[in-house]
C-alpha cells in the first residue's frame, strides 16, 4: 500500500488539485468516468443527429410516397442509391415483389408472407442501427453512480488511513482527504445523469420512429396485397374457365 | 459517429477547462479563532495556606525555614532573617549603597541634560535607604513641606534653577523639574519621594541652610543606625529549610482540629439536662460574639430551639455551656474565622 499524502490543511482545493491529490484507485475510476461521459455525449450527440436526419428522411420518403409517384419509378431512383428507414422497407419490398414476379409467382399467399418478412427484417435492421448504442447509455446511466460511489469508498477509506496516522481528528485534516474521494462520486453522476435522460428521451424517439415505420410498413404491405390481388385475380379466373 | 465523438470530446475539454479555471478552491468559512482551552479547578487552600519554609526546598512534615546563623532567639519575630528585630522590607542584598555612590559623583559632571534620566530614579533609592532605619529624627520635618508643596507649585523651578549654579549638592535634584515640563504632574508623583532634597526649595526661604540641616541630619542618622539597610526578619531557624513561603499564610478558615477542639471544650461543660435526655428534636443552636483574646462578648443567643418547657431547659444549658467555658483557646491569626461562633447542641449525639 502506497504511503497517501494528506493535503495540508488550507491548500490547494481546487479540482485539479483534488484530482491530482487522489490515490490511483481513485484517480483509475475518476479518468473511466470521464471517458464514459465522453463517450455517452458522443452517442447522444450522434443519437440526435442520426433521429433528426431520420425525421426528415421519413417526412420527404411520405412525400415523395403519397405524391402519387408511380412506385416502379420510385423503386428504380432509389434502388441504385443507399437507402434508410423507410426507404429500406420499401426497397426490400418491392425487390421481393420484383423477384416474385420474374420467376413467375405460384402462390399469392406466399408472395404476401415473403413481402412481409422482407420488410419486417429491414425494418427490424433499420430499428437496430437506429438503437445501437443506446444500451451504453443506458448502462453508463445505471453503474455509473457506482462507479462513483465505489472511488468515494476507496478515497475515504484510505484518507482515513492516513488520518489513522497522522493522529489529528481535526477537520481541516480530514476534510481534504473526503473532498477528494467525494469528486468521484460527482463525476459518475455528472456522466450518469444526461447518460440517463437521453437515454428514455432517445428511446422514446426510437420507438416514434419504428412506429411510424412499422405503420409504412403495413400500408405498403396492404398496397402490395391489394395489387396481388388485382394482378392474381385475373390470372386465377383464367384458370377457372379453362378448367 | 465521428461528429459525435469529436464534439463530445471538445465539450467535456471546455467543460473542464471551465471547471479548473472556474471552480477554485472555494473560499474557506470565516469562523472566528476560538480556542478552547482547558480550566483547572485548583482549591485555593494549596496557595493561600503554606507552611513557612523555603521556595526551593524540598517537601518535609514540619514548616522550617532556611537555617539563620544568628541563634539568638528574638521575641514574638515572625520573619525568618539575620535582623535584630522584624523588619517589614525583604532582605534586600548589598545592592543599595552602590546607586547612593553613583548618584553623588555625577553632579560635579557638567551634562545637565542626559543625567535626569538617571537621577530622579536614583534620588527616591538615596531616600528610602536613608529612611528605613532612622524613622524617628526625619519624620519631624517632613511634614511641614509637604503641605507646602502643594500649594505653590510654580516657585519649584525657580529654586531649582538657583539651586543648580549654587551648590554641588543640590543637582541631583535641580534636573528633576527641566525633565519635566508640567508641573503639578510631578509634584504628585515626587513630594513623598524627595522629602529632603525639596525640603529648601519648598519652603522657598534659605535653600542652602535646609539642606546644610538635613546633611547634619543624615551624618546623625548615619551614627544612629548601625543596622545594614537591608529588610528582614528576626526569627531563627537551625533546621534544615522545607519548602514554603517566606511567611506562613494560614489562611481565614479554622481547621478541622481547631473545630474540634473548640467542641470538645464546649462540650465538657454541657450540662445536659435530665428530662431532655429521652427527647430527641432538643436541638438548640447559640450564636455568640469572641474577643480576640476567645472571651465570650455579650450574650450568648440562642438561634434555634428553646421553644417551651424541656426545650428552653434545653437551650439555657447549653447558653451556660458556652459561658463556662469562656476563654476560648484559639488561634489568634484567624480570629476573623471565630469572632462569630455558632454552635449546634444536639443531645442526640451526646449519648
Known sequence: MESIELAAPGGDLSIWALFWQAGWVVKLVMIGLLGASIWSWAIIIDKWLSFARMRVALNRFEQVFWSGQSLEELYRSLSDRKTSGMGSIFVAAMREWKKSFEKGARSPLGLQTRIDKAMDLALTREMERLESKLGFLASVGASAPFI?????????????????????????VVAPGIAEALLATAIGLLAAIPAVIAYNKLTADAGNIASRMEGFADEFSAILSRQIDEKVAPKARAVEEYA | MRAGLATSVTLHAVLIGFGIVSLQAPRAFEVADVEAFPVDIVPVGDISQVQQGEKEAPVATRPTPKPTQRQDPVENAQKVGEADTDLKPPPTPEAKPRPVEQASEPPPSPKPQPKPVEKPVETPQEAKAEEVPVPTPEREPEPQPRQEVKPNPAPEPLVAENAEGESVKLPPAAPVPQARPQPPKPQIAKAPERKEAEKPAAEQKQASRATKDDQVLDQVAALLNKEKASGGGAKRSTEQAALGASQATSGDKLSQSEMDALRAQIERCWNVPAGALDAENLRVSVKFKLDPSGAVEGRPE????????????????????????????????????????IVHFDPTDMF
Do not use: H
Not at chain 1, 159 to 166: D, E, H, L, N, R
Open chain 1, 148 to 172: 462513483g460511489l465505489f472511488g468515494t469508498v476507496v478515497g475515504i477509506m484510505t484518507s482515513f488511513q492516513a488520518i489513522a496516522g497522522s493522529k489529528s481528528t481535526n477537520l481541516a
Open chain 2, 302 to 341: 440562642i438561634i434555634e430551639g428553646g421553644g417551651s418547657g424541656v426545650a428552653r431547659a434545653a437551650a439555657e444549658s447549653a447558653r451556660r455551656a458556652v459561658l463556662q467555658c469562656a476563654p476560648y483557646n484559639l488561634p489568634s491569626e484567624k480570629y476573623s474565622a471565630w469572632a462569630d461562633v
